[in-house]
């Protein structure tokens, strides 16, 4: 690689603001950087006395730079970020945290909706929140469902219903749907829970208490008792939720270092009351200080795209850093709103700041305790089986009822665990139902038939069942053409399928390794077994419920393809064209009156 001539590249390199992307010679960006002043900042890199170990092995790969000039430093701020979350550099500290954050969404619909919503906000309506986890907002959902009746079912089942569901019984929804609620009441419990949801929870029972009055005033007795348990189940809320302070709304955050783990936990606190919190773990290259992962964090955080509705008014920090001012100049003007970056020592946000440097700790002890515990396991596996390393396992599972829709699952281990994002499933056609043998090696030729890079070439593959299953496995790597060889394992249950009691067998079943119930190493093989027997008969229920859905509608002549689409989704599933009436069936886009009769009695039995 030819050395980056950077004398000659600093000569004309201007001296305004702006962000620099470094590329190594097959053109990938491999750090982003912003300046105030790009000349000077660039220059620092390549001075001849940088002690920095991370500096002298980024500026190594250099092979070009290139420059994007901005307006201010509030502008490379922002930039910075883009890129950095665009092309995820290796040399830069990265969140990687790619989901979008959970929101509570209530809709604009006659009878508005409340709602669980992640991802773009396509939907017409108002978006709540970010919630620092789904389970947040599920909690919350949850608990509005019992103060304020709004439905919180699907378009499609609330379209459908007839008669009032289980919810109603409950108490749980008023009914939108079948009328069992004036527009005007539905409206006034929307309003309710939108003002819940903006914080103003004291308007709302302020509001309850003068229904309540002129309920009781007015005679209608029931209906004070009704608004009076909603009062009582608000404040029994608010008193749960509650933090002693006067602090309506700030994010904290905590920072801990341990064995060469970064740990930062985010506290969030809305309307008096802790909403949630999180622990991040960046990805951190060799050498990189506390102040820049920070700053990184806090960027990347805070200005990814969709992220403005997360921005506190005040955001606590753990320590001072440098590019405090600028940050917060930038999030100001993004929020539309002042936001300030400080710094405590005393009074009561110290103290949530002691909370969140503790819990950013603890974080960290819990997740290198757990990776120690998949250390230990893994090492004790591989001393078992005779390996030198084990860097990647698979495990195959074959799932069907009585020998219908049968699926065959591919469940992937690395040295951190469970690796999702690669498991595969195949649906497996062309053998005699039931023939789990053959269903074994069509999935095994599916996995690995087309293999071209030999990096994903397992070193342990797991098969489950017994030696049938392994003999029938071996027979497809007889004429293995790579040149690494995965070492095959069946893991045969016990009379009893009682866990602990595994057989493992190797050479087509001729031989056993025998292993203690109570061995690390066993159990990772029956955490890998598990997870591939969970992710088959997932694979297989699917299957089996997509075609009992479809099955019912091919019966019926003249429903083709496009109108069992339009049914299902219109009606939202199965179980909701069963409910429909017939003029319900008639409101489908192509379904006339007599095809809606004819759908209608082929359900019910009524030829």
Request: charged share 25%.
């Amino acid at each position: 690689m030819a050395e980056f001539d950077h004398a000659h590249f600093l000569k004309t390199l201007s001296s305004d603001p702006g962000v620099y992307r470094m590329l190594d010679s097959d053109d990938n960006v491999i750090y982003v950087g912003k300046a105030k002043n790009l000349k000077k900042r660039v220059s620092s890199y390549f001075r001849s006395n940088v002690t920095d170990g991370k500096t002298r092995a980024l500026v190594s790969n250099i092979s070009d730079i290139d420059i994007t000039l901005t307006n201010t430093e509030t502008e490379a701020l922002l930039l910075e970020n883009n890129l950095i979350k665009k092309y995820q550099p290796r040399y830069n500290i990265l969140l990687r945290d790619d989901k979008s954050y959970p929101y509570i969404l209530l809709t604009a619909h006659t009878h508005p909706r409340l709602a669980f919503h992640r991802g773009s906000r396509k939907v017409k309506g108002e978006y709540f929140g970010p919630f620092p986890s789904a389970g947040a907002v599920s909690e919350s959902l949850r608990l509005m469902q019992k103060i304020f009746p709004v439905r919180q079912c699907e378009d499609a089942y609330y379209r459908a219903r007839s008669r009032p569901c289980l919810q109603f019984q409950l108490k749980r929804c008023s009914a939108p749907c079948t009328g069992e609620v004036s527009d005007d009441e539905y409206s006034q419990q929307v309003d309710f829970v939108r003002k819940f949801l903006a914080g103003k929870s004291h308007e709302v029972i302020a509001a309850l208490i003068t229904k309540m009055e002129a309920a009781s005033q007015a005679l209608q007795f029931e209906l004070a008792a009704k608004v009076r348990d909603q009062i009582m189940l608000l404040r029994k809320m608010q008193e749960q939720q509650s933090i002693s302070g006067n602090y309506a709304e700030m994010d904290v955050v905590g920072f801990a270092h341990l064995n060469g783990l970064n740990g930062i936990h985010l506290l969030m606190i809305r309307d008096h009351k802790v909403l949630g919190s999180k622990t991040y773990f960046p990805k951190v290259p060799k050498d990189s200080q506390q102040q820049e992962i920070l700053s990184s964090f806090l960027g990347q955080y805070y200005l990814a795209p969709g992220a403005t509705g997360r921005i506190a008014k005040e955001v606590i920090l753990p320590f001072v850093i440098d590019e405090a001012d600028v940050l917060g100049e930038a999030l100001s003007q993004v929020s539309e709103r002042k936001v300030t970056l400080k710094t405590v020592t005393r009074g009561e946000r110290a103290k949530y700041l002691q909370l969140a440097n503790k819990n950013a700790l603890n974080s960290i002890t819990v997740k290198q305790s757990t990776q120690d515990s998949i250390n230990k396991r893994y090492a004790q596996l591989k001393a078992t089986l005779g390996l030198d390393d084990i860097s990647r396992m698979e495990c195959f599972d074959i799932s069907h009822t009585m020998g219908e829709n049968t699926v065959a699952s591919c469940v992937v281990f690395d040295s951190q665990g469970p690796n999702n994002k690669e498991y595969r499933r195949f649906n497996v056609t062309g053998i005699t139902g039931g023939d789990d043998y053959a269903a074994m090696e069509f999935a095994l030729n599916k996995r690995y038939n087309k293999l071209v890079d030999e990096d994903k070439i397992p070193d342990v593959i797991f098969i489950d069942g017994g030696k049938g299953q392994l003999s029938r496995a071996e027979q497809y790597f007889s004429t293995w053409p790579h040149a690494k060889m995965p070492l095959l394992v069946g893991v045969a249950k016990g009379t009893s399928r009682k866990p602990g009691l595994e057989t493992l067998l190797i050479d087509g079943g001729r031989k056993t390794i025998p292993m203690d119930s109570d061995a690390p190493a066993l159990h990772l093989i029956q955490h890998i077994r598990d997870e591939s027997h969970r992710f088959a008969i997932a694979g297989h229920r699917n299957k089996r419920q997509k075609q009992r859905t479809q099955s019912l509608l091919e019966e019926i002549s003249g429903v083709g393809s496009t109108r069992r689409q339009t049914l299902l989704k219109f009606l939202g599933g199965m179980q909701g064209v069963k409910a429909a009436n017939i003029d319900q069936l008639k409101q489908v886009p192509g379904i006339s009156s007599d095809m809606a009769e004819k759908i209608f009695n082929h359900l019910h039995d009524k030829g």
